[in-house]
C-alpha cells in the first residue's frame, strides 16, 4: 500500500507545473530592484531618519490615513493593485475616484466582506444580511455583478450564517472587476496624476 502512495505521488509530481531556478532568481531580482526605493531599511527616508534622530516628520508623512500622501507613496499604489489596497489613503483616494465614476460598489462591497470577516461573532449575522440587502440581491442599491454560480455559493454559505458566504463574490469582484477594470482606469485616470503631480516631495534634511 505504502508503495502504491509513492508511485501515485511520483507520478502526480510528473505534471506538476514547474518553473526554473533561472526564472525564478529572475523575478526575485526583478521584486528587489522594483520595491527597493520603497524600502525605508535599505534607502534613507525623507526628510529624516526617525530611528536615529528626534525627528517625526517621517511618521506624520507616512500615517495610514493623510490629507495629502508624497508623491512617492502614489507611485507604489501604481506598482499594483495590492500596493493600492494595502495602504489605507491608496483605498481612501481609489474609492473617492470611484465615487467620481459612479462605480464604487465594488471596492465597496470588497471593504464591507473584509470587515464582516474580523467582525465579533455577535455582529455576524446582521452584517451578512446588510451586505446580501446592500450589494448582492438582484435590485439591491449597490448590486454588484456576480454570475449565478457565484450567487449559489453565496446563497448556500448564508444558510450556515457562516462570515465566509461572501469570499467567492469577493474573489469574483477582486479578479474580474477591480484588478481588471477598476484599478487600470484609476492608474490611467487624470485623478491619480493629479495625485502625482501634487504629491509631497520631502527633502532631505542636513544632519
Not at 526628510?47 to 507616512?62: A, F, H, K
Not at 462591497?109 to 464582516?116: H, S
Not at 454560480?149 to 463574490?169: H, I, P
Request: with cysteine; charged share 25%; glycine share 2%.
Amino acid at each position: 500500500m505504502k508503495q502504491l502512495l509513492q508511485v501515485e505521488l511520483l507520478r502526480t509530481s510528473l505534471y506538476r507545473t514547474r518553473i526554473k531556478v533561472s526564472q525564478a532568481l529572475e523575478n526575485l531580482v526583478q521584486h528587489v530592484e522594483t520595491y527597493t526605493e520603497f524600502d525605508p531599511l535599505l534607502v534613507p527616508p525623507h526628510p529624516s531618519n526617525p530611528w536615529v534622530n528626534e525627528d517625526v516628520t517621517y511618521w506624520q508623512l507616512t500615517a495610514s490615513l493623510v490629507d495629502v500622501p508624497t508623491e512617492k507613496r502614489v507611485r507604489k499604489w501604481g506598482l499594483s493593485m495590492e500596493d493600492l489596497l494595502c495602504d489605507p489613503t491608496g483605498v481612501q483616494e481609489f474609492t473617492n475616484y470611484l465615487q467620481k465614476e459612479k462605480s464604487e460598489e465594488n471596492i465597496l462591497f470588497w471593504l464591507a466582506v473584509n470587515d464582516l470577516r474580523r467582525s465579533s461573532q455577535s455582529q455576524v449575522l446582521w452584517k451578512i444580511q446588510e451586505i446580501y440587502e446592500n450589494f448582492v440581491k438582484h435590485g439591491a442599491p449597490r448590486e454588484v455583478n456576480i454570475d449565478n454560480q457565484t450567487m449559489d455559493k453565496v446563497l448556500e454559505g448564508m444558510k450556515n450564517n457562516s462570515r465566509y458566504c461572501f469570499d467567492a463574490a469577493q474573489e469574483h469582484v477582486y479578479n474580474l472587476l477591480l484588478k481588471k477594470d477598476c484599478y487600470p482606469r484609476f492608474i490611467r485616470s487624470d485623478y491619480y496624476k493629479n495625485l502625482l503631480a501634487n504629491g509631497i516631495q520631502p527633502l532631505q534634511k542636513k544632519r
